[in-house]
């Protein structure tokens, strides 16, 4: 049965994620009932397994060090008390507490 890829919410994705040509070529199957939808879904997929591959990566790396990562939130942690105390004594400092 042909569908309506405007009223398909991977549409949307081939929106963001393919070029002209898939885009036509999902259009074209679709309207004429040519590719099914794990057809549709299947170039979506890789785009975005592409994409992620770099975050999938880093995210690796992190996970392989789970010393680096403690170090890296105690110093963020750190870094938020230290601008927290600031804002805190101009506040005081306002507001005639000090």
Not at 24 to 37: M, P
Request: charged share 35%; proline share 6%.
């Amino acid at each position: 049965m042909p569908g309506w890829p405007e009223k398909c919410p991977v549409w949307e994705l081939h929106q963001v994620y393919s070029d002209d040509k898939t885009r036509e070529w999902v259009r074209e199957g679709c309207t004429t009932a040519g590719i099914g939808c794990i057809d549709c879904k299947g170039p979506v997929i890789e785009a975005m397994e592409k994409e992620l591959a770099p975050m999938r990566a880093r995210a690796k790396e992190f996970d392989a060090q789970p010393d680096l990562v403690q170090s890296i939130i105690e110093e963020g942690n750190e870094r938020a008390r230290e601008q927290a105390r600031t804002t805190l004594r101009e506040v005081r400092t306002v507001m005639g507490l000090v």
